[in-house]
């Protein structure tokens, strides 16, 4: 018995002789049924003969998902739609100003799973397991780790909290329609109680990535959307190691723009037992806006698939042509910098890029800090032992590597002089800059 033609594309996208083949159908009859079915049915333009394919209800919403862009201004316009497909996969149907990176590594909107922009998005880090509890608090269906949610988790979270995205996009037709909202500000004495809710598991803001303890807020202090990650409370010796954690990151922000690097805007503040690191987000601008960022994990995964390295995973994004010389030269830069200060945590998620039409651009670092002297997920405090090698490099030179050099021993030097650091780290230090000793 023939297929019908909704029975047939349920295989999967198909041109209209394959449809007539299978169905029997006359090449009108087909053209006639697929209009008929109306937005149960998309034309894919790829090649000489377009193929259709067949859509599906997905997320709790229907087979038109729309996803809008903020500007810096907090201006929404509709950028796309996501169009779930039969039996799997997505479409990204473009609409009027939507960037071309968001066709994927083929440019033709096809994805297998989420796109790449949208799977950035999912709940992860700390802050992400606080979200995928309270999730499974409210469902059954959901794991609660972030890690083991499948695509259909991941899509209906973003439906349900798609105003309040990392970066610029909003997601679902909910939030295309929701009103936005006066940010409530913070200041910095709020910053005790904030951080408390947070270790109970309230999750005040956004969601933001990255293992260590944080919230979002909106800084009255800097009148900007900021993260904030804090110590634990006392003077415990594993409350000191992260307030010293803390202060590398502060010191290497600090470094970072003595050389004209873009870098997050960063603030200590003590209060009631803790050490508060303040980091503004770039991601936002003021009260409304919002800025494009999509972290080299999500990208490289999408166009590139090495896995690990910031300056391999830029140097194959150069060849196709998808960001500048310049970025790749600070790239490498600042992951050289990064090894010199014991920076073992550089992985592609913590480094990030905003869309701008058809290529990235290198956005302020953040997170750099010397991690290799954290405490371990056990509680054990490791003793103060760091001796720098000689980095890697794939473009950068034996002339290019001394001045990396003196940046780092610069921070090293700013690290050393902060009264805020323990005295064990001090004892550390007075024995010797790390950079002198290679």
């Not at 937005?39 to 997905?58: F, H, M, V």
């Not at 087979?63 to 997505?90: E, M």
């Not at 397991?129 to 269906?141: F, G, K, N, P």
């Amino acid at each position: 018995m023939p297929l019908s033609i909704r029975e047939y594309l349920g295989r999967g996208p198909s041109t209209s002789k394959e449809i007539q083949a299978a169905t029997g159908l006359s090449q009108s009859a087909v053209a006639r049924q697929l209009r008929d079915m109306g937005d149960n049915i998309i034309r894919l333009q790829s090649g000489r003969s377009p193929r259709y394919a067949a859509t599906r209800n997905a997320f709790g919403g229907d087979n038109k998902l729309p996803l809008s862009i903020v500007d810096a201004h907090g201006n929404t316009v509709l950028a796309a739609y996501l169009r779930p497909l039969v039996p799997r996969g997505f479409y990204v149907e473009p609409a009027t100003g939507m960037p071309p990176l968001l066709l994927g590594v083929n440019k033709d909107g096809l994805y297998d799973d989420l796109p790449y922009f949208l799977f950035d998005l999912s709940p992860q880090g700390f802050l992400g397991r606080q979200i995928a509890q309270e999730m499974a608090a409210q469902s059954d269906d959901f794991p609660t780790d972030p890690r083991r949610w499948s695509t259909n988790h991941i899509g209906s979270y973003l439906i349900s909290n798609g105003d309040d995205l990392p970066g610029n996009f909003k997601f679902g037709e909910q939030a295309l329609l929701r009103v936005r909202r006066k940010p409530v500000v913070a200041s910095d004495n709020d910053y005790p109680e904030l951080a408390e809710s947070v270790m109970s598991g309230v999750i005040p803001g956004s969601s933001a990535g990255g293992e260590q303890p944080k919230f979002t807020a909106f800084s009255g202090h800097s009148s900007s959307h900021v993260i904030v990650k804090f110590s634990p409370k006392g003077d415990n010796e594993v409350a000191r190691r992260w307030r010293d954690v803390l202060i590398t990151e502060y010191h290497a922000a600090e470094a970072i723009h003595s050389r004209q690097f873009p870098a997050a805007e960063t603030r200590l503040i003590e209060v009631d037992g803790r050490l508060f690191l303040e980091s503004q987000r770039f991601d936002r601008s003021g009260e409304y806006g919002r800025m494009s960022m999509t972290s080299l994990l999500s990208i490289d995964a999408e166009f590139i698939g090495i896995g690990s390295g910031w300056p391999q995973v830029f140097d194959a994004l150069l060849k196709i042509e998808l960001v500048s010389w310049q970025h790749v030269f600070d790239s490498e830069w600042l992951w050289c910098f990064g090894r010199l200060i014991n920076n073992t945590d550089m992985h592609l998620g913590n480094l990030s890029l905003a869309i701008e039409g058809n290529v990235f651009r290198l956005l302020p670092l953040y997170d750099m800090c010397s991690m290799g002297f954290a405490p371990k997920s056990g509680g054990e405090v490791p003793p103060y032992n760091f001796v720098p090698t000689e980095p890697k490099r794939v473009n950068i030179d034996e002339d290019t590597i001394k001045p990396i050099k003196r940046m780092a021993h610069d921070f090293w030097e700013r690290v050393k002089n902060d009264e805020r650091i323990s005295v064990e780290f001090k004892d550390y230090l007075e024995r010797g800059n790390p950079i002198d000793l290679m």
